[in-house]
């Protein structure tokens, strides 16, 4: 059974701050690499998907990468902003089994 | 948007009662996913599909069934509703054949309410 695993489980910044999430594997056999956020009340929104071929992947503010030999995934926002508050999910394996995720809060 | 749609959007029924959500995907995919989120739970996969009659069971499959006998519709039922089943149920697909380096979207969810 892959286990997912994502750290901080929540975290609360002021707004302009730098930050990472971290998403780890229990089986490092890693091929490609998705990070979701959701709103409270709402759907899941993909936000970077970094294919196997890649080691990381960006999107304006965003930065997601990914090291296989410790099967490890880091997503990086650079100068946070209230509108980044959401919980931030990546998804593992097969059958696609999700961690707890990470409850973001960015204070104005 | 991969072409998700779920139905019925939200749910009101009776303890003991059949329910079944339907997931419809317009693009042919192979692979599709049923979840369920819960407070303080995140999102627990019930049972995924890998084709037309090939499904399989995910963390929380008692209780739930599923089947897909085309490829654009993945059916969960609940036989007979319980109020542990109250939850928001989110459908998924995963673009490409291999999931291992497929993208997963997903449907907007249906809103279950069994009293």
């Known amino acids: 059974k892959q286990e997912v695993t994502q750290i901080p489980a929540a975290l609360s910044v002021p707004e302009g701050e730098n930050l990472v999430l971290n998403c780890s594997f229990t089986?490092?056999?890693?091929?490609?690499l998705q990070w979701f956020r959701q709103d409270p009340g709402k759907g899941l929104t993909s936000l970077l998907l970094?294919?196997?071929?890649?080691r990381e992947q960006t999107s304006g503010r965003l930065n997601a990468s990914l090291d296989k030999s410790s099967g490890r995934s880091t997503l990086y926002i650079a100068a946070s902003q209230p509108g980044d508050s959401a919980t931030y999910l990546c998804?593992?394996?097969?059958?696609?089994?999700f961690g707890a995720g990470t409850r973001l809060t960015v204070k104005p | 948007d991969a072409g998700i749609t779920q139905s019925p959007r939200h749910k009101v029924t009776e303890t003991g009662t059949p329910v079944t959500l339907r997931c419809h995907q317009t693009?042919?995919?192979?692979?599709m996913y049923w979840y369920r989120q819960d407070p303080g739970h995140g999102l627990r996969l019930i049972h995924y599909?890998?084709?037309?009659?090939?499904?399989d069971k995910g963390e929380v499959s008692d209780g739930y069934s599923v089947s897909r006998s085309k490829t654009e519709d993945f059916l969960l039922t609940l036989e007979s509703a319980t109020s542990s089943q109250t939850s928001v149920y989110f459908c998924?697909?995963?673009?490409?054949?291999?999931?291992?380096?497929?993208?997963?979207?997903f449907g907007e969810g249906s809103r279950l309410t069994v009293l």
């Open positions: 998804p593992k394996g097969n059958d696609m089994r």
């Open positions: 998924a697909i995963s673009v490409r054949q291999d999931p291992n380096t497929g993208e997963l979207f």
């Open positions: 693009e042919n995919h192979r692979y």
């Open positions: 970094i294919q196997s071929s890649q």
């Open positions: 089986d490092s056999a890693i091929y490609n």
């Open positions: 599909s890998y084709g037309v009659k090939d499904t």
